[in-house]
């Protein structure tokens, strides 16, 4: 089966500033894709580029099949892209505007457009205007889902919605996925991604740091926490050969993010005589998120961060 | 709450095919068009709306202007408007079109849908030029209504010169392709169309004025076009346009696909965290004030800048032209007032302020400061530009300070109450250029009318006209920027509406106020023609003014007042008659060519040998008889005769004019209205004409005094209009001066109607009675106007205006005393009476009876 996206080694600088630094990305059909990183991290870029907004410098780029330079009409008509903050026309109706918009689609637009605009509680005779910012992203949306397309790439789509709004939402995106579309999104809502994304990237100063599906991520990273009796001495060597993603040290306690642990580690630093209280956990979306951001980081807080799971070892 | 659990497709499949049929989907076309057409919809109904408006009120204003070249001027104002508007359209569907869309997001949003690059600029263009169609099709409504009216230039020849032209619609289609090009490359929308500007009005400095070095004849504005040099502007604006165009399609696709969020600058440049002129201020205490007068000035820096250009480049081309110059130098000025607050309305940065209280105050100061700067340099480069001129009247410099402060303040409060730049910056250019125009309207109609009777209130008027405006924007300026600060959603467009309404007509009433209030009707009650006639109305000097506006002439001579209450010659042809029956035989034939010079040696001999009557009634009869004579020998194109005739008619005129002026006027009417029934061309027939039209025309000190030859031309002119022939030129104001039902019911044409009688007739009686010298810069009119004075004495007493008893003077025989009574009654029946019957101030009347139309015939 073709992936619904294929990104490779795609580059982008805008002035003297590397946005994208090749970034390769294969998003399989069917699936909720979460893209996530930081401010300024490329996410929009990259989206603006899949959409054909502006050539990337360098690699190739396919979304639904088709090229977004060479066959930029092909890819709207059958791909639903919500940006961040979708410019509509102030002066328009929320009806004038599925109107307008239905006039590129084929019939039966207008239809499922006013259907989503009563799913979603909005005043159809309203200008954009007088509308909230949530109540327009409902709107953008309702006109995305409208022409039911099989790739949907929402760009912040929760952005201004209300909790409720946000979460069914999100859940309808798994519905999508389970009918056979594919969903990419970006976003910074960690907790309501965690609930929805099948697959996740995170994107890092403009390069993908990992790439895979959440539960595989999941399963594969750990969070290990032990507390030193005598924190002068070195640290276990057990810990040589592992990837250590990221390291917390807060007074004599140490806090690991390993990915692909070995099987025994656990044993092994249970048997160390300088270490006691050892504890894994599995790690949350933002907590990997963290991790993979700032990998390689290593911090030292009076403050221990949280684990929603645990498991004591010793 | 409900969570979506039904995707679209399983939605469609569920609904009720009833429901579907419902919504009816918009075609691409469709939902283009419309979507651009009701995108441009508010500017192009503030174009209209303003452009109209103004058409309006110099039409109205014509209707109260004395002065035919006024009116002609407000004619050509009025097809000027209806002419240049299409032009406003463009910028304003530019601007709307492309650069607010992309400013505000939409252009982004609306590229996502699948819609061609194609088929969205077509849609712009389409609408562009529609819009300026239909811009162009509703303000020449207008100017066919007042070229029906007033007559003058033809429409159609002024839209055929205008847009016939290759020059022209290259320079319109050029303006299309590079304003919608600069909104396409450059984001903001009001830096795009300022560039924009100057990028047009560069090219059209060169190629305009580029065969000045090469081609002999050369090309200058103001003179006939050489044909060599039509067809190289024509053809380099016709280069210029492929190669704009060519870039246009290009540049639209690249910024509808993959350029959308392209600039045009290499790199984005580093923030400087501290700009270096604050470094010198760093050693200080940062103030407020210091603050925001930094933010003022380096907010639009660019766009002053370009304003300067702008105003450097309507300098260079309309330097021949200081009065357009004048005009044209409200663009840049509205402009620099729109830079005030411009970049504060974009994405709502002016809560940036409002968030950390700055004052009001200070704020003003500062944008005043640094964008009343900039106006300021705009200002002086235009008035030494508009001085470089030779052909400059004195007062021009002058009239651009209250023109730049008024300009100024408008684009600056337009700025604070428009949320959209384009929309804030079309309705402050069409209110500057209204307000410049209405004034312009309110200044000369209160010049003109009371160029005679002047009232000091309206002198000083000129000065308020200039003061007010300006005042209550700043005033409103200070108010509004309050409220903007302190209450972020408050509308205050509609407040911005009502000022602009107020600043721009408050003028017009004032002045028509302080008009009512300066009538000098009053002062012929009670005075006796004699004394009327010397009365002395004093008024202010407004020979400054008067050089600030070109010279004028009265709309109206007496045979437009004639022409009005439908005089006709009947009682003259009356007159006429009797005399020819007294000089034909029995059986009726009329005399021969020997019998014409035997009665002509006769009449001679009795005025050159014999002594003059002293009885008026004697010459009066001889001046009919001689003319008639002279009628029926022109008829008979025996010119030699006709001219001796006629110039014994004149010779017997100035006898009684010495007797009697009042009279002899009367006589030398009846005389002026035999030679009306003369054709043009049996005049131009004529060798002599200038001797037959001297008739028409009183002793002037010097033969070569320019005006006389006006004075003939216009006698012309008169001769031809009252016939109904084909005028020789073009004039405004043939058929429009009635005193029909219309300009009697309407108090203010009924009002002006009688000013302007009166005014004719003081000047009349100044000069019978005075014995004056002709005034330097009298009209022509008033040459021809004074031969039919008495005719407006009669018609007077349908005025209301009365004429008291008089008092005689040793150096006049009898004045004129039209005892009240008589002028008041109707019109004389038809039959004849021998007027030496009667005693003198009964012959005067009876005279006037003769010459009144009866109710009957008006």
Redo the contacts between chains.
């Keep these: 089966m073709t992936d619904a996206i294929q990104i490779q080694g795609v580059s982008k600088t805008f002035g003297r500033n590397q946005v994208l630094n090749n970034v390769s990305l294969m998003i399989p059909q069917g699936v909720v894709f979460a893209l996530l990183g930081e401010n300024g991290a490329g996410k929009s870029t990259l989206i603006r580029g899949l959409m054909g907004y502006h050539r990337f410098d360098s690699g190739q780029v396919s979304v639904a099949g088709f090229d977004p330079i060479r066959q930029p009409l092909e890819l709207r008509r059958n791909v639903g892209y919500v940006s961040d903050a979708p410019g509509l026309y102030e002066w328009m109706s929320v009806a004038e505007c599925g109107w307008y918009a239905s006039g590129f689609f084929e019939q039966g637009y207008l239809t499922a457009f006013n259907n989503f605009i009563v799913e979603f509680d909005l005043p159809p005779d309203t200008r954009i205007s007088d509308l909230s910012k949530g109540m327009r992203a409902k709107v953008a949306l309702s006109l995305a889902l409208a022409s039911d397309p099989q790739l949907l790439i929402l760009d912040e789509p929760t952005s201004g919605l209300d909790p409720l709004v946000r979460r069914s939402f999100l859940e309808s995106m798994i519905d999508r996925a389970a009918a056979g579309q594919t969903v990419f999104l970006s976003s910074h809502q960690m907790h309501e991604v965690e609930r929805v994304a099948d697959w996740i990237a995170i994107l890092h100063d403009g390069q993908v740091q990992v790439v895979a599906p959440l539960e595989d991520l999941k399963r594969d990273v750990v969070i290990i926490s032990f507390s030193l009796r005598d924190p002068l001495l070195a640290m276990p060597a057990a810990l040589d050969d592992q990837n250590v993603l990221r390291r917390a040290t807060h007074g004599r306690t140490t806090q690991l993010m390993v990915r692909g642990p070995s099987d025994d580690l656990l044993r092994q630093l249970s048997q160390e005589p300088n270490l006691f209280e050892i504890q894994s956990v599995r790690p949350s979306l933002e907590e990997l998120y963290i991790g993979f951001s700032q990998s390689g980081l290593v911090e030292t807080s009076t403050v221990l961060p949280t684990s929603t799971e645990q498991s004591e070892v010793a | 709450?409900?969570?979506?659990?039904?995707?679209?497709?399983q939605?469609?499949s569920a609904?009720p095919l009833q429901?579907?049929q419902q919504?009816?989907?918009?075609?691409?076309?469709?939902?283009?068009l419309?979507?651009d057409y009701?995108?441009v919809r508010p500017a192009l109904a503030a174009i209209l709306i303003g452009m109209l408006g103004c058409q309006l009120l110099l039409l109205m204003s014509a209707f109260l202007i004395d002065s035919a070249g006024l009116r002609e001027a407000n004619a050509g104002m009025i097809m000027v408007i209806a002419l240049v508007s299409p032009i406003l359209v463009v910028l304003a569907c530019c601007g709307m079109l492309i650069g607010h869309e992309r400013q505000?997001?939409?252009?982004?949003?609306?590229?996502?849908?699948?819609?061609?690059w194609q088929k969205s600029l077509t849609s712009k263009l389409l609408v562009c030029l529609g819009s300026s169609l239909l811009a162009l099709g509703l303000l020449l409504i207008v100017p066919l209504f007042s070229w029906q009216l007033f007559g003058g230039q033809g429409v159609e020849k002024w839209v055929f010169d205008t847009y016939g032209s290759t020059i022209s619609l290259m320079l319109f289609l050029n303006v299309l392709t590079y304003f919608l090009l600069s909104t396409l490359l450059f984001r903001e929308t009001l830096n795009a169309l300022l560039i924009a500007m100057l990028w047009m009005l560069g090219t059209n400095l060169v190629i305009l004025n580029m065969p000045l070095g090469i081609f002999e004849n050369g090309y200058q504005l103001n003179q006939k076009l050489n044909q060599q040099a039509i067809l190289w502007s024509a053809g380099s604006m016709g280069v210029l346009w492929l190669v704009g165009l060519v870039a246009l399609v290009v540049a639209y696709r690249w910024r509808w696909?993959?350029?959308?969020?392209?600039t045009l600058?290499?790199?984005?440049s580093a923030v400087r965290t501290i700009p270096r002129p604050l470094h010198i201020w760093d050693q200080l205490q940062p103030s407020e004030f210091r603050m925001l007068w930094h933010q003022s000035w380096r907010n639009s820096i660019a766009k002053r800048a370009g304003l300067v250009g702008l105003a450097v480049l309507m300098v260079a081309l309309l330097v021949s032209n200081p009065s357009l110059l004048l005009v044209a130098s409200v663009i840049p000025l509205t402009l620099c007032g729109l830079t005030t607050f411009e970049g504060d309305q974009v994405n709502h940065r002016f809560r940036f302020l409002a968030d950390r209280g700055v004052s009001p105050r200070q704020l003003i100061r500062a944008r005043l400061l640094a964008g009343g700067s900039t106006a300021l340099v705009i200002a002086t480069i235009v008035a030494l530009g508009s001085m470089w001129s030779m052909e400059l009247p004195s007062g021009l410099p002058v009239m651009l300070v209250p023109l730049a402060v008024l300009s100024f303040l408008v684009g600056m409060l337009c700025a604070l109450c428009f949320r959209k730049p384009i929309v804030a910056g079309t309705v402050a250019v069409v209110a500057c250029l209204a307000t410049v125009i209405i004034y312009a309207s309110a200044l000369s109609y209160r010049i003109y009318v009371y160029e005679s009777n002047p009232h000091w209130l309206f002198v000083y008027a000129l000065l308020v006209l200039g003061l007010v405006g300006p005042i209550v924007l700043y005033l409103a300026v200070r108010r509004f920027t309050k409220i903007w600060l302190i209450q972020d959603q408050l509308r205050l467009e509609s407040r911005c509406f009502g000022l602009l309404m107020f600043v721009a007509l408050g003028p017009l009433f004032l002045s028509a106020a302080l008009g009512f209030l300066a009538v000098p009707n009053p002062r012929w009650q009670g005075l006796p023609l004699a004394a009327q006639a010397e009365a002395n109305i004093q008024g202010p000097d407004l020979n400054r003014t008067r050089q600030i506006l070109p010279a004028w002439e009265p709309a109206i001579t007496v045979h437009e007042i004639q022409y009005i209450f439908n005089f006709d010659s009947e009682h003259f042809y009356e007159r006429a008659s009797k005399a020819l029956d007294a000089i034909t035989d029995d059986d009726g034939f009329a005399p021969s060519s020997s019998d014409l010079s035997t009665a002509l040696e006769t009449l001679d001999s009795r005025v050159t040998i014999e002594q003059p009557t002293r009885y008026y009634d004697d010459l009066s009869t001889m001046i009919v008889e001689s003319t008639a004579l002279g009628i029926i020998a022109c008829r008979r194109q025996e010119t030699e005769l006709a001219v001796s005739m006629l110039k014994l008619s004149r010779n017997l005129q100035q006898i009684a004019l010495e007797l009697n002026p009042p009279q002899t006027v009367n006589a030398r009417n009846l005389a002026c209205e035999m030679l009306l029934t003369l054709t043009i061309d049996q005049l131009h027939d004529l060798s002599e004409l200038s001797e037959l039209e001297s008739v028409l025309v009183l002793d002037v000190p010097d033969e070569s005094y320019p005006w006389t030859q006006q004075a003939k031309g216009q006698a012309t002119w008169d001769r031809a209009a009252l016939r109904g022939d084909p005028l020789p030129q073009s004039r405004f104001g043939k058929h429009f001066w009635r005193y029909d039902w219309l300009t009697r019911n309407i108090p203010p044409l009924r009002w002006r109607q009688e000013r302007q009688i009166a005014r004719t007739l003081d000047a009349s009686l100044k000069f019978i009675a005075g014995g004056q010298p002709l005034p330097a810069r009298t009209s022509p009119h008033f040459v021809a106007d004074y031969l039919a004075h008495q005719s407006l004495l009669a018609r007077l007493s349908t005025l209301k205006v009365k004429v008291g008893a008089a008092t005689s003077t040793p150096e006049r025989s009898a004045d004129v005393i039209v005892p009240e009574q008589e002028l008041l009654t109707p019109a004389p029946s038809t039959e004849p009476a021998d007027a030496r019957d009667l005693p003198p101030n009964r012959q005067a009347g009876k005279a006037d009876e003769d010459q009144s139309p009866s109710d009957d015939e008006r």
């Excluded at chain 2, 600058?265 to 984005?268: H, M």
């Design positions: 709450m409900q969570t979506l659990v039904q995707s679209g497709t939605l469609k609904m429901s579907t919504f009816l989907s918009a075609t691409p076309w469709q939902a283009l419309w979507k009701r995108q505000s997001g939409t252009w982004h949003w609306s590229s996502g849908l699948p819609i061609g696909s993959t350029g959308q969020f392209s600058r290499r790199g984005r």
